[in-house]
């Protein structure tokens, strides 16, 4: 439920793999556009994920963007 609070442009977490990021500052910096993260913006992205096959660079990458786990 909280998660699902921060579900704004200017506020943006997403789940994966049940770890909390904050992708509000990444949203312009996404390869993919910035688009494609709001589609899934306070919510669990976990499958969206996994199904665009993420390099492990994308999945380093997460780190810089940890709230905290669920």
């Not at 996404?30 to 688009?35: F, Q, S, V």
């Amino acid at each position: 439920a909280e998660v699902a609070r921060h579900n704004k442009q200017h506020d943006g977490y997403i789940i994966i793999d049940g770890v909390v990021y904050d992708v509000t500052n990444f949203l312009d910096h996404h390869p993919g556009g910035p688009n494609i993260l709001m589609e899934h913006i306070g919510k669990d992205a976990t499958v969206k994920f996994e199904d665009i096959g993420h390099s492990l660079l994308a999945r380093y990458q997460l780190a810089d963007l940890y709230v905290g786990e669920l």
